[in-house]
Structures are given as C-alpha cells and as structure tokens.
C-alpha cells in the first residue's frame, strides 16, 4: 500500500501479529519478561484510549486492548527452569551449525516469537530440536534447506526466568 494511503493515526499504536487460534490441547506459554511486556502495552492502550479524540482510532484502540486482553486470559507464565543446564523454555541456546557459524537463539512463548531477534517460538521445528538438550549435544533439525546438524554450546536463562 503506498505511504499516501496510510494515516499518521493508524501506526500511533503498535499491533502484535495475527496468529490462528492454538490447537486444542496447547498451553500458551509466556515468559515471565513477555507476560509484563504484555500488560505494560495493554495499559498504555487503556491510557491512550482516554484521550483518543477520532472515533475510528477509538474503535482501532478498542480492538487491539479486546485482543490483547483475550491473549492474557490464556497466557501461562513459565516457571523458573528446573536445570540451568538443560534448555528449556525461557532458554537463551547459543549453536554451532556444520559450516561453523554460530547463533544465539531465544525459546520463548507464540506471542512473544520474534525471528528479527531470534526469539523462536517454544513450538517451533527448531526449538523442539533443541529442548532437553545440554551443551555438547548435537542435534537433527530439518530445516526449510534440509536436514541440518547443530551443536549446543552455550545455555543461558535471563534473571526473570530463574526467579518466576
């Protein structure tokens, strides 16, 4: 859509993704950190909310504090990790790929996936690959180029995820 199409109104509020109901039976997970980003917006959005003066930015408002209240209903915060030496959810995993580049990945919950940062979905083929692993481990993952092998050199938890 060219930019002369698009209100200044319409990008005063950040949105998070869609994404398609979760199957039945799955947990929405959240790390203790994404659960208070979370809050912290939807009560930014009730604030803005009271000083709205267009109706059509009111009603976008509404929507976006609807979903995110939805959200938050169902939202599970992690508990603090059992192992540090054990990757599991809220995990910061550092791999080592066969050609010898290294990543840092992020396992948090389908909310707060971000692959610009690579936080990946706990969900994901990549992070189910790495689950349960400890440092050494190498492990299959297929990825969308093939089967790949990745070694697991470093696991890390941020301070909100030892203390949950």
Not at 35 to 59: H, I, N, T, V
Not at 92 to 115: F, L
Not at 116 to 145: M, N, Y
Request: charge should be negative; proline fraction near 7%.
């Amino acid at each position: 859509m060219s930019r002369a199409f698009v209100r200044e109104s319409d990008e005063s509020w950040e949105q998070l993704p869609p994404r398609p109901p979760l199957p039945a039976g799955v947990t929405n997970y959240i790390t203790p950190a994404g659960a208070k980003r979370m809050e912290a917006e939807l009560a930014r959005l009730l604030e803005q909310k009271r000083s709205c003066a267009s109706e059509e930015d009111r009603r976008n408002l509404e929507a976006r504090i609807r979903d995110l209240q939805q959200r938050l209903q169902t939202l599970v915060v992690t508990p603090a990790p059992t192992s540090r030496n054990t990757v599991s959810f809220g995990a910061s995993v550092k791999v080592r790929d066969s050609d010898g580049e290294q990543t840092t990945y992020r396992i948090v919950g389908i909310d707060e996936a971000d692959a610009e940062r690579d936080e990946i979905s706990w969900r994901s083929p990549l992070a189910r690959a790495i689950l349960s692993h400890q440092v050494g481990d190498k492990v299959q993952f297929d990825a969308p180029a093939g089967a790949r092998e990745l070694e697991i050199l470093e696991i890390s938890y941020q301070p909100d995820e030892l203390t949950a």
